[in-house]
């Protein structure tokens, strides 16, 4: 039985610290339960950051809030560079739905940033360099 047959995928979380400056890494869970809600699925994605030394301490102290669908293995891409802009009803991830009815399958990417930030980014969608 593959990974993906019991439940059990690789995802890769997105961090988005800064729209505008396109500051952004990427972390790596593997073996992740499509059988566990959402609000269980960030705890755990805290836990990963915190505890990731990899990551820079901006990225540990960062007030992310919320999960959206980037796009799933050969899927197409967004031509923003930094985040999905569209379907924000359908691929932002509900606490209280477990990650398999959100549509969540292996090698799913997903953003996880702060959410009044991402609607500042939506209003004026522009890069500083």
């Not at 809030?65 to 999905?84: C, M, Q, R, S, W």
């Not at 292996?106 to 500083?128: A, G, Q, R, W």
Request: charged share 30%.
């Amino acid at each position: 039985m593959s990974g993906e047959a019991a439940g059990n995928v690789t995802i890769t979380i997105r961090l988005i610290r800064s729209f505008e400056h396109r500051n952004i890494r990427n972390l790596v869970l593997h073996d992740v339960s499509l059988d566990q809600k959402v609000e269980d699925f960030t705890k755990t994605i805290w836990e990963c950051i915190k505890g990731a030394t990899s990551l820079p301490p901006p990225f540990r102290n960062f007030s992310f809030d919320t999960l959206k669908i980037e796009t799933h293995a050969h899927g197409a891409k967004t031509n923003d560079p930094v985040i999905n802009r569209e379907d924000d009803a359908k691929l932002i991830l509900k606490p209280h739905q477990l990650l398999r009815e959100c549509g969540i399958k292996h090698e799913t990417e997903i953003s996880f940033f702060n959410m009044k930030d991402y609607c500042k980014y939506k209003e004026k969608p522009e890069l500083v360099w």
